[in-house]
T-cell receptor, first 113, second 111 residues
Framework: GAGVSQTPSNKVTEKGKYVELRCDPI?????LYWYRQSLGQGPEFLIY????????DSGLPNDRFFAVRPEGSVSTLKIQRTERGDSAVYLC???????????FGPGTRLTVT | GEDVEQSLFLSVREGDSSVINCTYT??????LYWYKQEPGAGLQLLTY?????DMKQDQRLTVLLNKKDKHLSLRIADTQTGDSAIYFC???????????FGTGTRLQVTL
């Protein structure tokens, strides 16, 4: 079946602009996670949704970052007033109810110039 | 918080076994994972082990867990060129919903 998909695959934006990154989880998966991977590093947790609600947003670096999942499926990660330090690959993962397996999408590479 | 460490690089010859090591700090870690990342691609879940197990084997992959030393290893038998990638160790604790990843080990397979 289809895996986790993320759009766009690449995004180049200017410093100070607003961006939205989209994640389509595997159908039926109730849990959705966002991670950020900087060059040469492992992914770092940003936020976790169980259904429509953000169950844990402790990894969001500051209030410029926000994520929603209004219908419990697709999620959008929103970054306001982008900074060059936001440049990274943003990864989305999903997991079925009761499972500890997280399945990752291909990521969105964000470059802030 | 949890800290997960891996060596940065490993080079092996095709046909040999590879052993990738990982150490972690949180003794309450319940699930421990190995992911594979190829250039420009996302993370592929290879295998995982529950903390009440010492070993798990899945085809060419063997995972060993030493809870006392908080040490996890991944052995790849008969390593092939297609195994060249970055391998990430990740741990999950029951008190947090997230995975904590190591910095990854780059496996290079030479002919």
């Amino acid at each position: 079946g289809a895996g986790v998909s993320q759009t766009p695959s690449n995004k180049v934006t200017e410093k100070g602009k607003y961006v939205e990154l989209r994640c389509d989880p595997i159908s039926g998966h109730t849990a959705l996670y966002w991670y950020r991977q900087s060059l040469g590093q492992g992914p770092e947790f940003l936020i976790y949704f169980q259904g429509t609600g953000a169950a844990d947003d402790s990894g969001l670096p500051n209030d410029r970052f926000f994520a929603v999942r209004p219908e419990g499926s697709v999620s959008t990660l929103k970054i306001q007033r982008t900074e060059r330090g936001d440049s990274a690959v943003y990864l989305c993962a999903s997991s079925p109810l009761g499972s500890y397996e997280q399945y990752f999408g291909p990521g969105t590479r964000l470059t802030v110039t | 918080g949890e800290d997960v460490e891996q060596s940065l690089f490993l080079s092996v010859r095709e046909g040999d076994s590879s052993v990738i090591n990982c150490t972690y700090t949180d003794s309450s870690s319940t699930y421990l994972y190995w992911y594979k990342q190829e250039p420009g691609a996302g993370l592929q879940l290879l295998t995982y082990i529950f903390s009440n197990m010492d070993m798990k084997q899945d085809q060419r992959l063997t995972v060993l867990l030493n809870k006392k030393d908080k040490h996890l290893s991944l052995r790849i038998a008969d390593t092939q060129t297609g195994d060249s990638a970055i391998y990430f160790c990740a741990v999950y604790t029951g008190t947090a919903s997230k995975l904590t990843f190591g910095t990854g080990t780059r496996l290079q397979v030479t002919l």
